[in-house]
């Protein structure tokens, strides 16, 4: 059926379903490629609102909560939310307080995990919830912040009161020197 209507077609005929048939696949891959291409453009143009440990030593090692936008622009936070219950009341503080909060482009939010007599300890998971101009994103991040260098240095936790006073008095002398 397929060979007795190609071979009742003429020449011209047989070329213009040709074309037809070659310009229908380049609209429908054009269309595709379009696609294709703006997502690129949005996942590379979007907010990426992470949480992570970091630890920065100074005259002392210290383990900070960031919270960082590592896209290229700007997110409002709607929600910050630990998957275990949080027994530090100004973490519980800074952390709700965070709900529309803007962050630009590289902009980082810190939270000291070191406390004067306590650590925090944060193992579990963080939710972080934000939007930018069009859309809502949901980022979980896996945090456990005994696994960071506990063998390097002395805890905050641990120092004797002369030690931490030395170790500030230091520490404001290197920052005057500045």
Known sequence: MIKAFF??????????????????????IAVISAKLTQRSIEEANRPYVVATIVTITTHRQEKILMIKNYGNIGATIDRVEFSEPLSNELLIQKLSA???T???????????LELPNSTIELVGSMEVEYRDYKKKYKEVCTLNSKLINVHLQKKFSELTDFENKLLNAIHNQGRNNF
């Open 7 to 28: 071979s009742s077609l003429s020449f011209n005929e047989g070329i213009a379903i040709l074309a037809l048939v070659v310009s229908t696949i380049s609209v429908v």
């Open 98 to 100: 965070l709900s529309n």
């Open 102 to 112: 803007f962050i630009a482009p590289n902009q980082s939010i810190f939270h000291t």
